[in-house]
C-alpha cells in the first residue's frame, strides 16, 4: 500500500486556510459601525461597574468643585474597603434630602434621547437625588459644631478644613436651626450604625447632614477621585492631610473592640463581576477576527 507523506496532505490545506482568512476579513466600512457598537457597550459596563463621570450643578462644594466641573468616581471602591474621613462621595440622598437644584429642561425627542444616551455612558447631569459631599463622620463618631476655634469637632477633636475658602464658612453667631442649614453651630449627634455624615466645602450653601441627617453608607454610588474637565482644572481629589492625620492618631473611634461596622451589605460583589464583563466586552471585539481563528494542524 501507498504511504502519503505528511508534508503534501498538509500545504494544499494551509493553502486553503490562508484563502479563507482573506476572504473572510471585513472591509473597513463594514467593521467601523460594529466597532462603534463594541465601544458603547464598554462604555456602559465601565459607566455601570467601574468609572462613572459626573457633572458639578451647583456651588455646595466651592472652592473644591465648581459649577460645571465633571469629576470621575470610583464605583467599586467602596466593595473593596470603607469609605474614609475627608473622601468626596456621590451618594444617593434619603428621602430628607431635598434637590439642590432643579433647572427646567427640554421635553422635545432630541433632548430625550440626547440625556438618556448620555445616562448609559455616564456624561448626563446627576438625578435630582444624586448629592456629592465630603465625609465628615462615620458610623460611632461624634461630631459637633464648634469648639473655642469656631471649628467641627469629631470625637472631641476639633479639625482645621483647609479645603473651606475664606467667606465660605457659614455663619458662627447665627443660632443653629435643626431644619436650615445656616449656622455653623450644631448639637453633637452620634452616627448610627451603617451611616456617614457629610458636608459641603461651602458651608454657607451647602444643604448637608447639619440639617438633613445622616446618610446609609449603601446610598455610596462612589469616590470623586479627579477633576477631568474643564483641562485647566485638571486635579487629583486626594483626602486632605489634616484627616490623615486624624486617622493616624485616632484609628477607631471608640476602640478596636466597640468598633461600629462600616462595610456596606454584600461587599466585593461588583468587583468580582466586573472583570467577567469586561473581559466579554473586549472578546466582542475580538469577535471580529475569533470567525476567522482556526486551530492549526501540527506540522
Not at 440625556?115 to 447631569?125: A, E, K, Q
Not at 461630631?143 to 475664606?166: F, L, M, Q, S
Not at 474637565?229 to 484609628?251: E, G, I, M, N, Q
Not at 466582542?284 to 476567522?292: D, I, K, M, N
Request: overall charge positive; glycine content about 8%.
Amino acid at each position: 500500500m501507498r504511504s502519503v507523506e505528511p508534508m503534501q496532505g498538509y500545504r494544499p490545506s494551509e493553502r486553503r486556510r490562508r484563502s479563507m482568512l482573506r476572504r473572510k476579513e471585513m472591509p473597513l466600512w463594514q467593521e467601523l459601525p460594529l466597532l462603534l457598537v463594541v465601544a458603547f457597550c464598554l462604555a456602559v459596563l465601565i459607566r455601570t461597574f467601574l468609572v462613572q463621570a459626573f457633572y458639578i450643578p451647583s456651588g455646595s462644594m466651592e472652592k473644591t468643585l465648581l459649577v460645571k466641573d465633571r469629576v470621575l468616581v470610583n464605583k467599586v471602591v467602596y466593595d473593596l474597603r470603607d469609605p474614609v474621613r475627608g473622601e468626596i462621595v456621590v451618594f444617593r440622598g434619603t428621602d430628607n434630602w431635598a434637590p439642590e437644584v432643579t433647572e427646567p429642561v427640554s421635553n422635545s425627542f432630541a433632548a430625550k434621547l440626547g440625556r438618556t444616551i448620555g445616562d448609559l455612558v455616564g456624561v448626563s447631569r446627576p438625578g435630582e437625588r444624586d448629592f456629592i459631599k465630603r465625609v465628615i463622620g462615620l458610623p460611632g463618631d461624634k461630631v459637633a459644631c464648634c469648639d473655642d476655634k469656631g471649628r467641627i469637632t469629631v470625637n472631641g477633636v476639633g479639625i482645621d478644613e483647609p479645603y473651606i475658602a475664606d467667606g465660605y464658612n457659614s455663619d458662627l453667631n447665627q443660632p443653629p436651626n435643626p431644619t436650615q442649614c445656616t449656622s455653623r453651630r450644631f448639637a453633637e449627634i452620634t452616627i448610627p450604625e451603617g451611616e456617614m455624615f457629610v458636608m459641603g466645602d461651602h458651608r454657607q450653601v451647602s444643604q448637608d447632614a447639619r440639617c438633613q441627617g445622616p446618610v446609609p453608607i449603601k446610598n455610596i454610588i462612589g469616590r470623586a477621585f479627579v477633576i477631568v474637565w474643564p483641562s485647566s482644572r485638571f486635579t487629583s481629589l486626594s483626602v486632605p492631610d489634616v484627616w490623615k492625620t486624624y486617622a493616624a492618631d485616632h484609628p477607631t473611634a471608640l476602640g478596636a473592640e466597640n468598633q461600629v461596622p462600616v462595610r456596606r451589605d454584600n461587599p466585593g460583589a461588583d468587583a468580582f463581576v466586573l472583570p467577567f464583563l469586561l473581559s466579554a466586552g473586549l472578546s466582542a471585539r475580538s469577535g471580529l477576527l475569533f470567525v476567522t481563528r482556526r486551530r492549526r494542524l501540527p506540522s
